[in-house]
C-alpha cells in the first residue's frame, strides 16, 4: 500500500508516495541531499565472501591444492579489506596474484567481489582488484 503524504513548507508543496529510492543528488529550496541506493540483488562484503567459501568447499578434491590454503588466502584478504581505508593495497595484491595461481575460479570470484563499487572496499584495493581482473585476461 503505497503511503502519500502532503507536507506545505515556505510555500511548497512536497508529495511523496511510496518510498523514494533515488542515486545522486536530490536538490530542494534549501538543501542538496546525496543518496547512493545498494544495486538490486547486491550483497554485502561479507555475504560475498561467504558463497566465496562456499566455492571453495563445493571445489573438487585436488591432490595438487589444499581447499584449506584457498580458503586462508581468501580469509587473509577478507581481514586485510575489512580495515577500510588503513587496509595494504599491495598485500591484497600479493595474495590475489597467488590466488590467481592456486584457483583461478575462486581468484575471479574474489577479484569481482571486492572490485564491486557497491561492496564498500577502500577505493585503492578496488583499484587493485580491477587490475588484478585485467592481468589476468
Known amino acids: 500500500m503505497a503511503v502519500k503524504s502532503k507536507n506545505q513548507r515556505g510555500g511548497d508543496n512536497i508529495d511523496r508516495v511510496g518510498s523514494l529510492r533515488v542515486d545522486g543528488d536530490i536538490i530542494g529550496r534549501d538543501k542538496i541531499t546525496t ?17 566465496i567459501v562456499e566455492l571453495i568447499d563445493r571445489r573438487p578434491a585436488d ?10 588466502i581468501v580469509e587473509r584478504i577478507l581481514q586485510e579489506v575489512r580495515k577500510g581505508e588503513a587496509a595494504n593495497p ?5 595474495w590475489l596474484d597467488f590466488l590467481a595461481g592456486m584457483a583461478d575460479d575462486v581468484f575471479q570470484v574474489t577479484v569481482a567481489a571486492l572490485a564491486h563499487p557497491v ?3 577502500a577505493k585503492a584495493i578496488q583499484v587493485v582488484a580491477r587490475r588484478a581482473g585485467q592481468g589476468s585476461s
Do not use: I, W
Open 119 to 121: 561492496a564498500g572496499v
Open 35 to 51: 543518496t547512493q541506493t545498494p544495486a538490486a540483488g547486491a550483497d554485502s562484503l561479507e555475504q560475498q565472501f561467504a558463497r
Open 63 to 72: 591432490p595438487n591444492l589444499d581447499k584449506e590454503e584457498v580458503r586462508a
Open 90 to 94: 599491495t598485500k591484497v595484491a600479493r
